[in-house]
């Protein structure tokens, strides 16, 4: 599973970058492609000493191919250690990392377009901001007033989903959730993803998707977007835009998978929060299992060592 924009900090994989040499490469590899881009280098800004290792990551320029070329080293790291996947899944962002990881486009070409994404982001749609809410997504039209300005953005599981608004909207709206008692964290976002927020770069996005050059995949990939297996035809630049723009639906792609098949979910994204999602969705007593890899707690090779062990590998 490959994690979206807002699950990055800085140091994430700190642990692996020095220690699991197939990480490191394809981390120093993609921060050299990134460079021409950002200005500086991707692996200085992401490892380099800062007296607050918790100071803002958000600004997307950034953000969103670190975020693209952490999940990828990860997967790379753990298929070279034998771990490899049947079935990819990406939320929002991370489905990118899924069509480079699944051969549908090389990876290169893709980090390439993650970078201009970022840029036109950017430069060209107006500042906003993401609220994760701890609740039913039933609040949204229970509370009108409360979320009036803001729209849906991800649907996690029954009692987490995620809203963006402008900044002074989602502002509004946590100072109104406090009296409920409904836990809201905002998250280190500084643009309006799955929102009408991005309508701007519609055109341009689509244009620079279809300079790709797109191959079958040779991996199941299941999608958000659709909460199903994708197929060949789906990789347009009219899906991509639809990846970004619109809700990210993780409860019902997981419940998709469950219906297949009982699965281990591997989550490779920075933070581990997807296999925390993955977690509420299927339940306690379920014969799935979901893994985190990193986390910001650091110990990244002691989470790999106890999947190893829970799963025998």
């Not at 070329?69 to 753990?78: E, H, I, K, M, T």
């Not at 007033?145 to 029954?158: H, P």
């Not at 591997?266 to 014969?287: C, Y």
Request: overall charge negative.
């Amino acid at each position: 599973m490959f994690a979206g924009q807002g699950s990055q900090y800085y140091l994430m994989g700190r642990e692996f970058y020095e220690k699991k040499g197939v990480f490191r490469e394809w981390m120093d590899y993609g921060s050299r492609l990134l460079e021409p881009h950002l200005g500086v280098s991707m692996v200085d800004l992401i490892y380099r000493d800062r007296p607050d290792r918790f100071a803002p990551f958000n600004k997307t320029r950034e953000t969103h191919p670190a975020v693209f070329c952490l999940n990828f080293s990860v997967a790379r790291a753990l298929i070279e250690e034998g771990i490899s996947p049947s079935c990819l899944l990406g939320y929002s962002l991370g489905e990118l990392v899924a069509w480079t990881l699944s051969g549908a486009v090389q990876f290169e070409e893709a980090l390439e377009c993650v970078a201009e994404m970022a840029a036109k982001i950017e430069e060209e749609t107006p500042p906003a901001a993401m609220l994760a809410i701890l609740g039913p997504a039933s609040l949204f039209n229970e509370k009108r007033e409360v979320f009036r300005g803001t729209c849906i953005a991800c649907l996690n599981f029954s009692e987490s989903f995620v809203i963006t608004g402008s900044r002074e909207d989602i502002a509004r709206v946590q100072k109104a959730l406090q009296p409920s008692d409904i836990p809201c964290q905002l998250l280190p976002i500084s643009h309006g993803f799955h929102s009408p927020f991005l309508n701007a770069i519609e055109p341009e996005l689509k244009r620079s998707v279809s300079t790709l050059t797109l191959r079958e995949p040779n991996l199941p990939i299941v999608s958000c977007l659709r909460a199903r297996e994708l197929s060949g035809r789906d990789f347009t630049p009219e899906y991509c835009w639809e990846l970004l723009r619109f809700p990210v639906r993780f409860e019902d792609a997981l419940r998709y998978m469950e219906a297949q098949e009982p699965s281990t979910y591997i989550d490779v994204g920075p933070s581990g929060t997807l296999s925390a999602f993955v977690r509420s969705v299927i339940g306690r007593e379920a014969e799935s299992k979901a893994f985190p890899i990193l986390t910001q707690f650091g110990r990244d090779l002691r989470n790999l060592e106890r999947m190893r062990d829970e799963l025998a590998l």
